[in-house]
């Protein structure tokens, strides 16, 4: 995205960001799995003001039926920006920039999902950015994750996922539009925890080697977080057992 407008302080003097956070503090976060009647799995999932939805569909019998491949299902992600997603006009065409975070995001789920299991088809993940304030693509996985689960789809691991940036000279935890868009560095990171397995890593500026190893620590440790998070809520949902009556 562009810049626009005279570069806000991002760093204040009591060291605390823009918005009032430490620098390796996270937005407030909110998740919620099961969230819509007609998929077999969906998500909601807000970093800030960013908010995500993801819907799963399948295994089901793939359309077109010659993308069907014979050992594992396909696993498709189709990221879309709502046009009111964005404070400036955004065209209702897919844009090269949805088409790349569509294959970022199945990329970074595809060594979690288990599509050996169900040869023949296809596993359909739509995502959609209802409110678009930095961060979207780690938003996205993080709630394809989630719906994925929810959908019942066997999985290795979750995944989850945070940009650390470097604004006026510090580095930064969960970067928001403002600071995307006036920092130095945007580093996206995704990893799924109990793996051990980084699933996305894409730097956007410059960073030193030092100043990269500690952005990631720091997105890990961010990453972990978000992953607790994403276990609570599939447990509150899944171990409410109902008592027989
Ligand atoms: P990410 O959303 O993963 O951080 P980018 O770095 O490409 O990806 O975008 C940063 C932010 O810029 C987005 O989260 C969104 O708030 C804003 N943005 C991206 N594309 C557009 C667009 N077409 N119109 C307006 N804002 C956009």
Redesign the pocket.
């Given at each position: 995205?562009g810049k626009a407008g005279e570069k806000p302080v991002l760093i204040r003097e009591d060291g605390r960001r823009h918005d009032g956070r430490l620098p390796n503090e996270l937005r407030p976060i909110r998740m919620e799995v099961g969230v819509l009647n007609n998929a077999n799995g969906s998500a909601l999932v807000e970093f800030g003001k960013?908010r995500v939805i993801a819907a799963v569909y399948g295994p089901r019998e793939p359309q077109p039926k010659w993308i069907a491949m014979p050992y594992r299902a396909v696993l498709r992600v189709r990221y879309h920006?709502a046009p009111f997603s964005?404070?400036?006009r955004?065209s209702p065409a897919p844009?090269r920039?949805e088409i790349e975070?569509s294959k970022v995001i199945r990329e970074a789920l595809e060594p979690v999902v288990m599509t050996e299991m169900f040869p023949r088809t296809s596993i359909d993940v739509f995502v959609e950015v209802l409110n678009?304030?930095?961060?979207?693509?780690?938003t996205s996985l993080t709630a394809a994750a989630l719906a994925l689960a929810d959908a019942g789809i066997p999985m290795r691991d979750l995944v989850a996922g945070v940009?650390v940036g470097k604004v006026d000279g510090v580095l930064v935890l969960d970067i928001d539009?403002v600071e995307?868009?006036y920092g130095e560095a945007?580093m996206?990171v995704a990893a799924a925890p109990s793996l051990g397995q980084i699933t996305l890593l894409q730097l956007?500026g410059v960073l030193t080697k030092e100043e990269f190893e500690e952005g990631l620590k720091m997105a890990l440790d961010g990453i972990r977080k978000i992953y607790e998070m994403q276990k609570r809520v599939l447990r509150e949902k899944y171990m409410k057992i109902k008592p027989e009556v």
């Open positions: 995205m960013t920006m964005t404070s400036t955004k844009s920039r975070l678009a304030h930095g961060g979207t693509r780690t940009a539009e995307d868009m945007d996206p956007n």
